[in-house]
């Protein structure tokens, strides 16, 4: 008895280190480029396969979407467990960014909840970070989806909500930070192997000493 809860308490110990070690890991869609249909509810959708982290934070990373105005644009995105969170509203439904008409498109554009700039203060074609705190999506929305496991399958959905402007969407990610998830048939580390042969040390020793 003595013996098993050693090597219980030298295993849990060799692993705490790693499980809170965190890890960031970006992932960009494999999708082929996509027309978005003008004034069209339905939009399009694209998929990219998430690592298995638990999420501390998430941020949605737009490299190239070109559009001749996108504050037309309604931006949603999906997470392998189901949930599903609105990021942009259009101009239509009083979304943050103002209704230009000009291409101004997104280009490397970050949309990260800890960013000090908004979106709505920046032009386009909006490269860098930004968050995107607006009263019709709420603070920090990207932060709905810390604690899930990020494993699976993220759909982003992009539809245009006005008429005459149209645009195209080629490519995108997302930015994954959390603690990976433990594998329950790890093969244990050395840290843990030394943690373990030390205590059956100590234990063979004491027996001993009891002995003589």
Same mark, same amino acid.
């Given at each position: 008895?003595?013996f098993?809860?050693?090597?219980?308490?030298?295993?849990?110990?060799?692993?705490?280190?790693?499980?809170?070690?965190?890890?960031?890991?970006?992932?960009?869609?494999?999708?082929?480029?996509?027309?978005?249909p003008?004034?069209?509810?339905?939009?399009?959708?694209?998929?990219?396969?998430?690592?298995?982290?638990?999420?501390?934070?998430?941020?949605?990373?737009?490299?190239?979407?070109?559009?001749?105005?996108?504050s037309?644009?309604?931006?949603?995105?999906?997470?392998?467990?189901?949930?599903?969170?609105?990021?942009?509203d259009?101009?239509?439904?009083?979304?943050?960014?103002?209704?230009?008409?000009?291409?101004?498109?997104?280009?490397?554009?970050?949309?990260?909840?800890?960013?000090?700039?908004?979106?709505?203060?920046?032009?386009?074609?909006?490269?860098?970070?930004?968050?995107?705190?607006?009263?019709?999506?709420?603070?920090? !929305?990207?932060?709905?989806? +810390?604690?899930?496991?990020?494993? #699976? &399958?993220?759909?982003?959905?992009? *539809?245009?909500? =006005? $008429?005459?402007?149209?645009?195209t969407?080629?490519?995108?990610?997302?930015?994954?930070?959390?603690? !990976?998830?433990?594998?329950? +048939?790890e093969?244990?580390?050395? #840290? &843990?192997?030394?943690l373990?042969? *030390?205590?059956? =040390? $100590?234990?063979?020793?004491?027996s001993?000493?009891?002995?003589?």
């Amino acid at each position: 008895m003595r013996f098993a809860a050693l090597l219980a308490a030298a295993t849990l110990i060799a692993w705490l280190p790693c499980a809170a070690r965190g890890a960031t890991i970006a992932v960009s869609s494999t999708s082929a480029a996509q027309a978005i249909p003008e004034s069209n509810l339905a939009g399009i959708t694209s998929n990219l396969i998430g690592p298995s982290l638990i999420l501390t934070d998430l941020n949605l990373v737009i490299n190239r979407l070109v559009h001749t105005s996108v504050s037309d644009l309604h931006i949603e995105l999906r997470a392998p467990s189901g949930l599903r969170i609105v990021l942009i509203d259009a101009f239509t439904e009083s979304g943050l960014l103002i209704h230009k008409g000009t291409p101004d498109d997104f280009i490397g554009t970050i949309f990260d909840d800890q960013a000090p700039t908004n979106l709505a203060q920046a032009k386009g074609p909006y490269t860098g970070t930004f968050n995107i705190n607006h009263k019709s999506v709420g603070n920090s !929305p990207l932060s709905q989806f +810390n604690g899930l496991n990020a494993s #699976g &399958t993220w759909t982003l959905y992009v *539809s245009d909500r =006005a $008429a005459k402007d149209t645009g195209t969407l080629y490519d995108w990610s997302l930015q994954f930070s959390g603690t !990976p998830v433990q594998p329950t +048939n790890e093969v244990p580390e050395p #840290g &843990t192997i030394f943690l373990i042969g *030390s205590g059956i =040390a $100590a234990l063979t020793f004491r027996s001993r000493g009891r002995k003589g």
